[in-house]
């Protein structure tokens, strides 16, 4: 099957501890993204890889950190975790950065921060 | 530097309602821009896109038409069923661009 793919699908966590969250693409797509969708659905572009090259990187905290090992895998790790990040993370991959290009999106991994 | 505004919120209609979702758009030129529809539990998908004035993207039922002059791309469907209960999101792209702009998403509740 050719698709996004996000581990884990949920996750529950104390204020202050490290999280990871996992992204794989199987469609052979050159360029990866995460996104931040808050509880209004609002879609906040985080950060985005072409070629395992970070092209995007927007004014996020540092505790956020994207690692790309390949271009089909974009993995997104947060140091000391803060009750604003409680949210859905939605990984997408397209084709390339071109502005035509669709985006695939995963499923989504809801953090919730306690 | 570029933004999308769509209709707010949230529409409720019934079964075989006609849909209007608002979008407007603030770009120079002549962005490529997009209609994606999430579902519960899902991603969001691609509904359609257009990237020339006066070019119809259409999809499931659903239309919009790029207007340059207007600087929209009002989402539309003739007759809506249950299942088209989603959240609706407008989009652009532009050259140089190596991201989306999106719109704040309009959640549609359609009742039986």
């Known amino acids: 099957e050719t698709a996004v793919f996000q581990t884990p699908n949920y996750h529950v966590t104390q204020v202050g501890n490290e999280v990871s969250f996992n992204c794989k693409q199987t469609l052979g797509h050159d360029t990866m993204y995460w996104y931040k969708q808050d509880s209004k659905k609002l879609l906040k572009i985080m950060f985005s890889y072409n070629n395992k090259q970070l092209i995007v990187n927007e004014t996020v905290p540092r505790r956020f950190s994207p690692q790309s090992s390949d271009k089909a895998h974009l993995n997104l790790r947060i140091k000391s975790v803060e009750p604003e990040d409680s949210a859905v993370y939605l990984c997408?991959?397209?084709?390339?950065?071109?502005?035509?290009?669709?985006?695939?999106f995963g499923p989504g991994t809801r953090l919730t921060v306690l | 530097g570029d933004s999308v505004t769509q209709t707010e919120g949230q529409v409720a209609l019934s079964e075989e309602d006609f849909l209007t979702i608002h979008c407007n758009y603030s770009a120079s030129g002549y962005p490529t821009l997009f209609w994606y529809v999430q579902y519960p539990g899902e991603g969001p998908q691609l509904l359609f896109r257009a990237s020339r004035d006066k070019e119809k993207g259409s999809s499931r039922g659903f239309e919009a038409t790029y207007d340059k002059g207007t600087t929209s791309f009002h989402l539309r469907k003739a007759s809506v069923q249950e299942s088209d209960s989603a959240v609706y999101y407008c989009a652009l792209s532009h050259t140089g661009n190596y991201k989306y702009v999106f719109g704040a998403g309009t959640r549609l509740k359609v009742i039986a």
């Open positions: 997408a991959s397209s084709l390339d950065w071109g502005f035509y290009a669709e985006q695939f």
